[in-house]
């Protein structure tokens, strides 16, 4: 493998960093390959091809050789996510701080696209949980959707704020993830082109936007809530000090993660008030560069009233009716209708929803139906690939290999016709969308902006 330049002032800004290792750190950046590492949708069981487990996450394995995702059905369909594994580390601490506690959770996924760490949390999070997952930047919101799309579930809300909109939802939240912005150099490795934008002054500036965020987002949560901050820097500014200015500003809790050595994940402990902190170093784990730290809130918070709905449009008993025949446990759902879409959220999250609703910009709520059109519904991508769907409601067609990628790119799909009607284009029975079968033809409805289109890889 190539040789390393590391910028300027890098390596020698970490020398007295917990853990670190100058010779191990060089030698795993310059001579061992980034590993890749998928994590199973424990609520899509199918085929896929594991390797070694990741040792901090029960569904996260290592795979031996990066294969062509892209060309994988089962990848579109949802049944796993392409995720580096110091990241699934956010699982265990999430798991840890709510191991026996049995009631509603509302999480915060404050800084969320692309969705890794939202699916992660969507996993490790009850039924009846709910959790909101957030990105400021408008650009980045459609792919954070599709990835929640994708994993099925029906307890999810994606926003697009900023994070000092979140101080009006004062004591919402039960934990709040701030996965922040930062200088990047724990993915020196995986992008190396992050090593021209690194410098002392960028992680300064980081610093400060990472003390602006938490100062916004703070005020929601609540009383005894978590907050689990990470970043994917070694830098000490970005990590350690944030965590020591949290608890001297806000008189935070610092909460200790259990650990087993043989992970070679670093403990440490911040100057100032020897909060803990998690350290991860690639030659020492197999994974990417990674900090977390989990903190408890203890200054009492004025939580918001839930008010009651206003407003809303009345709807058609007897569309709600029509609706209702296409998913499973029907009566477990709140039904309401964006222009003439119909959603589905699970109904212990309505009241969650109306407040959300007055104070942030909500881009999807639940799972996105469909429209009816007299009786019929033209069903949604996001029914297709939801955990809800009736399937007996709906005619099933099950494609071969050639076929799926033929229905992922949108063309034309080599298969004999003999049903007529809205049809699950399914892949080893995990659902890929829908197709309209006629007697000649089959409209695809696989969403444009989804379709494959690369060229598919020598065999």
């Known amino acids: 493998m190539s040789e390393y330049i590391f910028p300027e002032n890098f390596l020698a800004s970490l020398n007295n960093e917990p853990g670190f290792e100058r010779e191990n750190f060089v030698d795993a950046h310059e001579n061992i390959a980034a590993p890749t590492s998928i994590r199973l949708n424990p609520f899509k069981k199918s085929a896929v091809k594991t390797g070694r487990q990741v040792p901090w996450r029960a569904e996260g394995y290592y795979l031996d050789v990066r294969p062509s995702f892209t060309f994988d059905p089962l990848f579109h369909a949802g049944c796993y996510y392409v995720q580096e594994a110091s990241s699934m580390f956010i699982d265990h601490i999430y798991k840890h701080i709510n191991q026996n506690n049995d009631e509603t959770q509302k999480v915060l996924d404050l800084c969320a696209a692309p969705g890794g760490k939202s699916t992660l949390l969507n996993s490790a999070i009850k039924s009846t949980d709910l959790l909101v997952s957030n990105e400021i930047i408008k650009t980045r919101v459609p792919v954070l959707c599709d990835n929640l799309n994708r994993w099925g579930t029906a307890n999810t809300i994606v926003t697009n704020n900023d994070p000092r909109d979140f101080t009006r939802l004062s004591g919402f939240f039960d934990t709040i993830l701030v996965d922040a912005p930062c200088s990047g150099s724990g993915m020196f490795r995986k992008d190396p082109a992050a090593m021209n934008e690194w410098s002392d002054a960028n992680v300064n ?255």
């Not at 977390?292 to 009233?305: I, N, S």
């Open 205 to 459: 500036l980081c610093h400060q936007r990472q003390e602006r965020i938490l100062a916004d987002v703070y005020p929601a949560l609540k009383e005894e809530g978590h907050l689990i901050y990470s970043t994917c820097s070694y830098s000490h500014q970005e990590n350690e000090e944030i965590v020591d200015w949290l608890c001297r500003e806000y008189n935070m809790e610092s909460i200790r993660i259990p650990i087993y050595k043989e992970w070679g994940i670093v403990e440490t402990q911040s100057p100032e008030h020897k909060a803990w902190g998690y350290r991860f170093y690639p030659g020492r784990v197999e994974g990417e560069g990674l900090f977390a730290a989990c903190l408890k809130k203890k200054e009492q918070t004025d939580e918001m009233p839930m008010v009651k709905t206003r407003g809303h449009q009345k709807l058609a008993l007897q569309e709600i009716e029509l609706i209702k025949k296409y998913i499973i446990e029907p009566d477990a759902f709140y039904y309401n209708k964006v222009n003439d879409d119909w959603l589905a959220i699970s109904r212990e999250h309505k009241e969650s929803l109306d407040t959300l609703q007055r104070h942030l910009y909500i881009k999807k709520s639940g799972v996105r139906i469909g429209k009816l059109m007299g009786n019929d519904l033209i069903p949604d991508h996001e029914l297709a690939l939801s955990l809800y769907i009736n399937k007996d409601r709906v005619l099933q067609t099950e494609l071969n290999l050639n076929q799926a990628i033929q229905y992922l790119r949108r063309d034309n799909i080599d298969i004999n016709i003999t049903d007529k009607g809205w049809s699950l284009m399914n892949f080893e029975g995990q659902a890929l969308g829908w197709a309209k079968l006629l007697p000649n033809r089959i409209n695809n409805y696989f969403p444009k902006e989804l379709r494959i289109l690369a060229s598919a890889p020598a065999p």
